[in-house]
């Protein structure tokens, strides 16, 4: 009897909680094993929409993975077995009849090190615009002036619109990579340590534009800087060894942690 | 001490560079050799001729190479046209699409291909090749044939060129890095608009050079060729017909060529000339890489 009452009070705080922070992405029972390891273990999150969302913890620990596995990228990787649901705007991506290709456009992707696609610095941007149907020359041209703009890129390209994407430097294919993403309009961004392979400068850069996009989207963010964690975060995910560690706010996680997992991370880790 | 390593690292930079220089001047030495072997039938006839006249016969000391060099080639196409549509496809669906265990199974059957002998391929020409294009698909096409044909070589020879090409398409496939792939993919690709646009076109110099390295090594594949493709001088566009490439010309002729004046020197120029085209084929194509990697 007692324990009825304790669990509809749980779930009736849990429900509260989600009202609170009205969560765009959910994550039930998701499991990934690669060949006899279990890299995920039973992960269960809620998203929250326009926050920042970061995902912490020593390298190894199933970040990227977790990452990965909200776009189902994990396809692409034949040795892992992904069990669970992901729920965005309603739809479980993972087991979903609908066209996952379409879903996997709510989120844009910035990886640990820039991937321009083998074609021109425009048609880098024009790519994702193109595969949503959009055939109108002029639309295209506008938005792909537009991404460029947003991310600060378009002045240091105007001029060499149609050379190839390779010729940026690092800094500058970052910034393409994350033009190309917003240019098919997600309401996610998944950053997987977007500044790991920069120079300060452009890390700098790419941190400034975060708190800029912030207002619109929705960015989960892996990192394992403590200090980009806390300069970005409204809520920071600890993870350790394939399990959610803790969460909450970077105040709550970096002022007082619960767990000797994290007070061991936050002291090595700075 | 110090004196010894020194002399040590010098004598063994020395050497490096002697063997390396053996294999660098190693085609130019043959190249030469089977030139000065050749002069001889350069003075007795002219090179356009030689090249380009079909009037083959040596005890008339008249060396016409057309329907050789023309056997070679439409061997060499056809061969093309069956084994590289069929290993870029191949290709793609083991690099992206197969199971793992697939994939383990394919890596040694690919490998055996490539390791048997070719005089077994020319075995399996004659017993399964030739009389299937001679009973079988000749009578589709309502043409009489033994069956020693271009057409049986060009199978024969595409089956020996899969594993070569084959392998060089999934090495350059598999060097294409994981994170382009998800990149297309999260921009909303498919999976084959990510094989069509990204993997493709990322490849693009690798798939030519594995074209190219086919190419090569149909022109030059003598043995198992030989066998089946009927060896007779004539000039035909009719693949049903029997062909004579240049090296089945050379293997099949080395025996007897000290006994016809200028029969020795004209097979030495046949082999200058599937050196000088196979060269050829290699500078071309490589070429054509540089330029795809520069743009």
């Known amino acids: ?270 | 001490m110090h004196f010894k390593r020194r002399i040590t690292d010098r004598v063994n930079n020395i050497w490096m560079v002697a063997t390396l220089a053996i294999v660098l001047f190693l085609p130019l030495i043959m190249g030469i050799a089977l030139y000065a072997k050749s002069i001889p039938i350069f003075d007795a006839q002219s090179l356009p001729s030689l090249l380009g006249s079909s009037n083959w016969s040596p005890n008339d000391g008249k060396f016409g190479f057309w329907p050789f060099i023309f056997s070679s080639i439409y061997v060499t196409v056809l061969s093309f046209i069956f084994s590289a549509p069929l290993c870029l496809f191949a290709a793609i669906y083991l690099t992206q699409f197969a199971t793992r265990r697939l994939v383990h199974f394919m890596h040694p059957v690919i490998d055996i291909l490539a390791g048997i002998p070719s005089v077994i391929y020319g075995m399996w020409g004659i017993l399964v090749i030739v009389p299937f294009v001679g009973d079988v698909l000749a009578p589709v096409f309502g043409v009489k044939t033994s069956g020693y044909s271009i057409l049986a070589g060009g199978i024969v020879l595409a089956v020996m060129c899969i594993p070569y090409m084959l392998n060089m398409l999934l090495e350059s496939f598999n060097a294409v890095p994981t994170g382009l792939k998800e990149a297309a993919l999260s921009l909303g690709a498919t999976r084959w608009e990510t094989v069509k646009h990204v993997i493709l076109r990322k490849s693009f110099p690798g798939i030519i050079s594995s074209f190219g390295l086919g190419l090569a090594k149909a022109f030059g594949e003598t043995l198992a060729v030989m066998m089946v493709v009927g060896n007779m001088v004539q000039i035909s566009g009719n693949p049903f017909k029997a062909g004579y490439p240049l090296p089945a010309l050379i293997a099949n002729n080395y025996g007897e060529m000290m006994s016809i004046p200028l029969y020795d020197s004209a097979l030495m120029f046949a082999a200058l000339i599937l050196l000088v085209v196979i060269l050829a084929i290699n500078l071309i194509f490589r070429y054509f890489i540089y330029k795809t990697q520069k743009a």
Request: charged share 25%; net charge positive.
């Open chain 1, 1 to 270: 009897m007692n324990t009825q009452i304790m669990d509809i009070q749980t779930q009736y705080l849990q429900s509260l909680q989600i009202k609170k922070q009205p969560a765009i992405l959910q994550i039930k029972n998701l499991n990934v094993y690669a060949e006899k390891q279990h890299i995920l273990k039973n992960i269960n999150l809620n998203i929250p929409k326009n926050k920042v969302t970061v995902l912490l913890g020593p390298s190894g620990c199933g970040k990227t993975t977790l990452l990965k596995s909200l776009n189902k990228l994990t396809d692409l990787y034949r040795e892992l077995r992904v069990s669970g649901q992901i729920f965005i705007e309603g739809d479980d991506i993972l087991n979903t009849q609908k066209n996952v290709a379409l879903i996997r456009q709510k989120m844009g992707l910035l990886s640990q090190k820039p991937f321009p696609l083998p074609v021109s610095i425009y048609k880098n941007v024009a790519y994702g615009i193109h595969l949503k149907g959009v055939k109108n020359k002029d639309l295209i041209d506008y938005n792909v002036e537009k991404k460029l703009r947003e991310v600060g890129l378009w002045d240091e390209v105007k001029d060499r619109l149609h050379k190839s994407a390779d010729s940026l430097s690092i800094g500058q294919q970052q910034r393409l990579c994350l033009a190309r993403g917003l240019a098919v309009k997600p309401r996610i961004i998944l950053a997987d340590e977007p500044t790991s392979a920069l120079d300060p400068v452009s890390s700098k850069i790419i941190e400034n534009l975060f708190r800029e996009l912030k207002k619109h989207y929705t960015i989960i963010l892996v990192t394992h800087i403590l200090r980009q964690a806390q300069r970005l975060a409204d809520n920071v995910v600890f993870m350790h060894y394939g399990e959610i560690i803790e969460q909450g706010t970077p105040e709550q996680l970096f002022k007082n942690p619960q767990s000797p997992q994290l007070r061991e991370y936050l002291v090595e880790g700075n």
